[in-house]
């Protein structure tokens, strides 16, 4: 919008319309009071945090001057003066006997907890506990106080409201209207019936393709597989891509890849159940000389698209050396002695006395086993890389499986998902290069469930398909992220051993707005009780079945009566009918709970011979 009235102040008068059409969409601002600040932000500049330093530790101007702030990587970094740690300010408000000022300070910034260590008269080590919930209380109270202080000043509370709405609310939330697709090429019966797309399907194909990514939260029973066809076939028909790759739940790829080929007849689509190292090298050739409208493959072949170690390296060499660098200060944090040896050497890293950083390393490492592996499945003779395939577009079903990417993080809680799965590193990397040689795009994801176990999952779904967008408002790694839209709770708990015990907890998401917004460019969500035939049956009037004014005639309607001309499935109605068990029913009942009780006090043997026999 600057750019735009900058031109026509200029005298570039014609981009006047476009300034009219931005200012109807441009959101409106949020004032400060809806915006939740959490120290760690990326939002807030480091000027800011900077200057919160100061008013902890009570500085002056001139010794403000010495406390520098540092952002890369996705890592907050706060070095001060030694002698700033020993200020009254330091000790006694903020700091403890047992850890620096400086050193809380950091661990706060990067929402880090610290757990204090012993040694008993016998040299065993030992948690003390009254200690570690010390520091984790000054910690806290670091924390809590920056989001009461941040807002506390008018011309600062002024001056990052506008900072905060620049770069985290300016998105608006786009409207797709794909309801002029002809879809050339699409059955036009489906058994006896005509075949249309839905406007929901065909409002996701308009959206793929303007977009060139997406993000389809469409529920089971809305219609996923038409949507996935009618992308990859229409990206076809517009030039966008020239051959898509479809990868499908195991237990269903067969059926999609039936589905787009029952959708569009004349469409060369190619299934491949199986890539077996007997018919490896035939089947990728097969994808790389012959011309497909789609590629249909299971989930489970995702670790069989080899790409060359040298372009898996160059698009991991960022993430290694972030690797090794929190590694480096996990180590450092436990009070652990650190030796570059542990990089490259398992058995010295068995050595490493920092649970924290020996599980970074292992994730660094391996990033880089996979590399090398995959180089050498893709350097075999007669293979071929995933480069020479040709696939330039990548579309996911049921993306929710692939939840288990790497991540760059010292952050321990419950509910923060760490570890890493092979398949996951796998579509990392996977739609990491299409982004990179298509201009950011041709990434499309589905699923029924974007979120099913933790809060990390949305952060995957955007690095998947915008990962370098999130970079440019510092957002692609997860402190960043994290700064902005979750927030943690800290709360009293039972352990293992029946004690109570501070846990912390990934808890919620924060600044849903913007977060909705900024996803929502490429996000798109269907509800499957949106579909027409989960809508309830209207009288001509417009009532339903929960309409207090229903009349007997109107009811006997809505019960027994018959909807003319029904869109997609009939109506039907369910009557769930409860009773007591007849006596043959509890006879087979009493049997079968006898069955089980015998079967939970056998031996192993005994149930061995009980399998045998088929009892």
């Known amino acids: 919008l600057r750019t735009a009235k900058a031109l026509v102040e200029d005298g570039n008068t014609e981009l006047q319309r476009n300034i009219d059409a931005l200012q109807k969409v441009i959101p409106n601002d949020i004032p400060y009071h809806k915006i939740e600040a959490r120290m760690g932000a990326a939002w807030v500049d480091m000027d800011t945090y900077a200057a919160y330093v100061g008013e902890m530790l009570n ?58 260590k012993r040694k008993d008269s016998e040299g065993k080590q030992y948690v003390d506990e009254k200690a570690t919930q010390e520091v984790g209380e000054r910690i806290a109270k670091i ?113 999609v890849a039936a589905g787009i080929q029952s959708m569009y007849p004349g469409a060369k689509v190619l299934y491949i159940d199986n890539l077996s190292k007997k018919n490896i090298t035939t089947k ?5 000389n012959d011309d497909w409208d789609a590629i249909v493959m299971p989930h489970s072949l995702i670790d069989r698209m080899a790409l060359r170690e040298d372009t898996l390296m160059a698009m991991a060499q960022e993430e290694i050396i972030a690797l090794e660098q929190e590694a480096r200060e996990a180590a450092e944090d436990d009070g652990a002695a650190w030796d570059d040896e542990y ?27 996979k590399a090398k592996k995959d180089g050498q499945r893709a350097s075999r003779e007669d293979s071929i890389s995933f480069e ?127 977060l909705r917004k900024m996803i929502g460019q490429y996000m798109d969500v269907v509800f499957s009780d949106d579909m ?34 029904a869109a997609d499935r009939p109506y039907k109605k369910i009557i769930n009918d409860t009773a007591d068990m007849t006596d043959q029913q509890r006879l087979e009942f009493d049997k079968i709970q006898k069955y089980a009780r015998d079967w939970q006090n056998m031996a192993g043997k005994a149930r061995l011979e009980a399998m045998r026999r088929g009892d």
């Open 59 to 116: 500085l002056t101007d001139r010794e403000l001057e010495q406390v520098k702030v540092s952002y890369n990587a996705g890592r907050w970094k706060v070095e001060l003066p030694n002698h700033f740690d020993y200020k009254a300010e330091a000790r006694s408000g903020y700091g403890t006997d047992e850890v620096r000022f400086a050193r809380l300070v950091n661990l706060a910034m990067r929402n880090q907890t610290l757990t204090i």
């Open 143 to 255: 924390r809590e106080d920056f989001s009461s202080w941040i807002w506390s000043e008018p011309e600062r509370r002024f001056r990052l409201e506008q900072q905060y709405n620049e770069v985290r609310n300016a998105w608006a939330s786009p409207d797709f209207d794909g309801s002029f697709l002809e879809m050339v090429g699409m059955a036009l019966e489906r058994g006896n019936k005509p075949l249309n797309l839905r406007k929901h399907q065909l409002d996701a194909i308009w959206r793929a393709i303007v977009n060139r990514r997406s993000l389809n939260a469409h529920e089971v029973g809305t219609g996923k597989t038409m949507t996935i066809g009618g992308i990859a076939v229409e990206s076809r028909r517009y030039g966008i891509a020239k051959k898509p790759l479809v990868l499908a739940h195991n237990a269903n790829s067969a059926s």
């Open 284 to 288: 990728m050739r097969q994808i790389a």
């Open 343 to 369: 990089l490259n050497d398992e058995e010295q890293l068995k050595k490493l006395r920092s649970p924290t950083a020996k599980e970074l390393v292992k994730q660094r490492n391996r990033i880089i086993e």
């Open 388 to 514: 020479e395939l040709g696939i330039d577009m990548i579309l996911v079903d049921e993306v929710h499986v692939f939840k288990k990417p790497s991540i760059v993080t010292k952050m321990k809680m419950k509910g923060l998902q760490t570890a890493v799965s092979n398949r996951s590193l796998s579509l990392q990397y996977l739609t990491r290069f299409v982004r990179a040689n298509n201009g950011g795009g041709k990434i499309h994801l589905f699923t029924g469930t974007p979120i099913t176990n933790t809060l990390t999952e949305i952060y995957h779904h955007m690095r998947y398909i915008m990962e370098e967008e999130l970079k440019a408002v510092d957002l692609d790694y997860w402190d960043g992220w994290f700064g902005s839209f979750a927030s943690e709770l800290t709360d009293v708990e039972l352990n293992a051993a029946a004690q109570y015990e501070n846990v912390t907890r990934l808890a919620a998401f924060i600044n849903v707005p913007e």
């Open 532 to 565: 027409p035939e989960m809508q309830p049956r209207r009288t001509d009037t417009g009532k339903t079945l929960d309409d207090p004014t229903l009349t007997d005639k109107e009811r006997a309607y809505l019960e027994n009566g018959r909807t003319e001309g």
